[in-house]
């Protein structure tokens, strides 16, 4: 059994049943017959789908969004805005999709070519539970306008979430098979990745999951799609606009109480500002408000989990004894996974921890020299997903972008995902892409035809 815990009051929601070996067969054997249909519809069909499957997220956002916030914890304004978001990039691929799939020609000694893009089959996806909707959907909207089909293997603790995702797309008219979700637990994915019927893979998690994954599909010789953990450097350079560079520094790291891969993680602040920046940090972290996440007041709910506090205060446990300061970072009395938004100082840079993804809200905070010394910093860690870089100097701009080793890099604005973008990282934060035309064809067979 599956059992959802409220992480605000650690009282138990739900439970629903993991599915047998039976109905796992079952609901394969449906994708694959689904397959064998979706993949010769034509693009209107599929846009047509689309659009239904964004009217039907819509229609139904409150309802979503509270599934979300009582599974796991984040606040209802920010759910809503997450449901919002996947009916856009819904609707995003049903406008865009089929100008993406469009043919197009190749010259070559003999004549022309055409490269065109097709269907590959069910693709399986393994999803966490920190944006439930969002980061299925980023797998999702792509997959159906593809003509693939999908099987969701989604995080333990947001099924209430994953039969919600199921039941917008079958509500909008979705053939049977099409987008299944598999209540199973992660000991499964490997024999379903191992399954002939099953083209390809695609994960968000955790490094650990992500290198079991990857050798289950190394060894089926399949495809996947990686986005694992970030420890995003924020650098602040003495050009940059202080006012705005702190206050949004504060909402990078406390989004989603920090549980976000593209959060900010790490301030990297030049010593001429550094004083001024901290100031307001320190007084913007300060503010920060946790509690009931169902209240428009909060600015952030609960960890996910009690054991995901657990483990935040083990590494800031881990850091003080290294001799880094803590100012916040408390875990709050009362019922539910709360703690105080927190900022770390005095971290040593070869610590293990200062190493490791801190998935909750502590910011580390590290003094640069010079531009030379902040990009030294934001690439001493094994992981490059994002990051997001402060200043108004031109030529400091092209050095971020072209030194910062990262998949996606801000410049004075908070670094968010969006349909339209390529999202995802180098290192150890993984490989491939999802979301805008990238996304779309990570799984599809991209055939030339010469006549």
Not at 351 to 365: L, T, Y
Request: hydrophobic share 45%; net charge negative.
């Amino acid at each position: 059994m599956f059992t959802s815990i409220n992480p605000a009051t650690g009282e138990a929601i739900a439970t629903i049943a993991e599915l047998t070996a039976p109905e796992i067969e079952a609901r394969v054997q449906r994708a694959h017959d689904a397959f064998r249909d979706w993949r010769t519809t034509d693009y209107a069909t599929r846009t047509a789908l689309l659009e239904r499957i964004a009217e039907q997220f819509e229609a139904n956002k409150r309802r979503l969004a509270e599934i979300a916030t009582r599974e796991m914890g984040k606040t209802l304004k920010s759910a809503l805005a997450e449901v919002e978001k996947c009916a856009a990039a819904f609707r995003h691929y049903a406008q865009n999709g089929p100008a993406m799939l469009a043919d197009h020609d190749v010259a070559v000694a003999t004549g022309t070519a055409t490269a065109r893009w097709l269907p590959m089959g069910p693709v399986l996806a393994v999803m966490p539970w920190n944006f439930p909707y969002w980061q299925v959907v980023r797998f999702a909207a792509p997959t159906i306008m593809a003509g693939n089909v999908g099987l969701l293997k989604h995080a333990s603790s947001v099924q209430g979430v994953a039969a919600a995702i199921e039941e917008m797309i079958v509500a909008a008219g979705a053939p049977a098979g099409l987008f299944q979700n598999l209540a199973i637990k992660s000991d499964k994915v490997a024999g379903l990745i191992a399954d002939d019927r099953i083209v390809a893979v695609t994960l968000t998690g955790s490094e650990g999951a992500g290198m079991k994954v990857a050798e289950a599909a190394g060894r089926a010789l399949k495809k996947v799609v990686l986005e694992l953990g970030g420890s995003d450097p924020f650098i602040v350079m003495p050009s940059a606009d202080l006012d705005a560079a702190a206050e949004t520094a504060v909402k990078a790291r406390i989004q989603n109480t920090g549980q976000s891969c593209i959060c900010a993680k790490r301030m990297i602040v030049h010593a001429d500002i550094y004083d001024a920046f901290m100031e307001r940090f320190t007084a913007g972290m300060a503010r920060v408000v946790a509690g009931d996440p169902m209240d428009d007041a909060t600015d952030m709910g609960p960890l996910s989990s009690e054991e995901q506090r657990r483990t935040v205060l083990d590494q800031l446990d881990q850091l003080a004894r290294a001799g880094a300061s803590l100012t916040g970072g408390e875990a709050l009395p009362g019922k539910g996974a709360f703690m105080s938004a927190g900022i770390l100082t005095g971290v040593p840079l070869d610590d293990p921890v200062a190493q490791e993804e801190i998935f909750g809200p502590i910011a580390m905070v590290f003094r640069a020299g010079d531009i030379d010394e902040a990009i030294r910093i934001a690439n001493d860690v094994p992981f490059g997903l994002g990051s997001s870089v402060w200043t108004n100097d031109a030529a400091e701009k092209a050095r971020f972008v072209r030194d910062i080793e990262a998949g996606m890099t801000a410049i004075n604005q908070l670094l968010a995902s969006a349909p339209q973008a390529p999202f995802g990282g180098v290192k150890r934060s993984g490989h491939g892409r999802e979301l805008g035309p990238y996304g779309l064809h990570e799984f599809m067979n991209l055939k030339t035809i010469v006549e």
